[in-house]
């Protein structure tokens, strides 16, 4: 079975520095996509970017980029430039390729504070 | 935009009480899924349902039960609330496509005293 670790329950970032988020995942399959998602207090969950695993190319989306490496199975989140709305828990999550119907497996989250 | 409403913010329940929390997408969605989220656990899954009357057991389906009968609303129900079911319920839709994220509801926080 899929399991999805995220080793930092909280991290701190000064505003407008860069903070990184950890996430490793294990499974035996090949093909499958990784996603990080961003709940802010009170708020919506909502995705913040995707990876699908046969791209060796990192995906990017505005100040948010990942570090992919599918050898060693970890999928970090690199937040550049923090801003204070950026406070949020970050979940990372694996799903299967294999079935349309499979399910996405989280992490428990890493809670991440933005000092101004 | 993709809107997955979930019927209540916050609800308040007695032990024993039979609780129905209610989700309504209005994407299409084949998939739909009912997640518990708990601080320092993340999200479990209790349920999903991947078709009109079709289910699945999540890893923590007991003590809950599913229903789909329409293809845009899945509901989760406890059948007799106890309170270590206190927690907030998120229920979320996704696409057959397995490189589409899932969409999310506010949640439901419930309280069962």
């Known amino acids: 079975a899929q399991t999805v670790t995220q080793s930092q329950p909280e991290m701190s970032v000064q505003e407008a520095e860069t903070v990184t988020l950890s996430c490793t995942y294990d499974?035996?399959?090949?093909?499958?996509?990784l996603f990080w998602y961003k709940q802010p207090p009170s708020r919506q969950m909502i995705l913040v970017i995707r990876?699908?695993?046969?791209?060796?190319q990192n995906a990017t989306e505005n100040r948010f980029s990942v570090n992919f490496q599918k050898a060693a199975k970890s999928f970090s989140l690199k937040i550049s430039d923090s801003q204070l709305g950026d406070a949020a828990m970050y979940f990372c999550a694996y799903r299967s390729d294999y079935s349309s119907a499979s399910k996405i497996i989280f992490g428990s989250g890493t809670r991440l504070s933005i000092r101004p | 935009d993709v809107k997955v409403t979930q019927s209540s913010r916050y609800l308040v329940k007695r032990t024993g009480e039979k609780v129905f929390l209610e989700c309504v997408q209005d994407m299409d969605h084949e998939n739909m899924f009912w997640y518990r989220q708990d601080p320092g656990l993340g999200l479990r899954l209790i349920y999903f349902s991947y078709d009109v009357k079709m289910k699945e057991k999540g890893d923590i389906p007991e003590g809950y039960s599913v229903s789909r009968e329409k293809k845009e609303r899945f509901s989760l129900i406890l059948e007799s609330a106890s309170t270590n079911q206190t927690s907030m319920y998120l229920c979320?839709?996704?696409?057959?496509?397995?490189?589409?994220?899932?969409?999310f509801g506010d949640g439901t926080r419930l309280s069962i005293l």
């Open positions: 979320a839709s996704s696409s057959i496509r397995q490189n589409q994220p899932q969409h």
């Open positions: 499974t035996s399959e090949s093909d499958y996509y």
């Open positions: 990876q699908e695993a046969y791209k060796q």
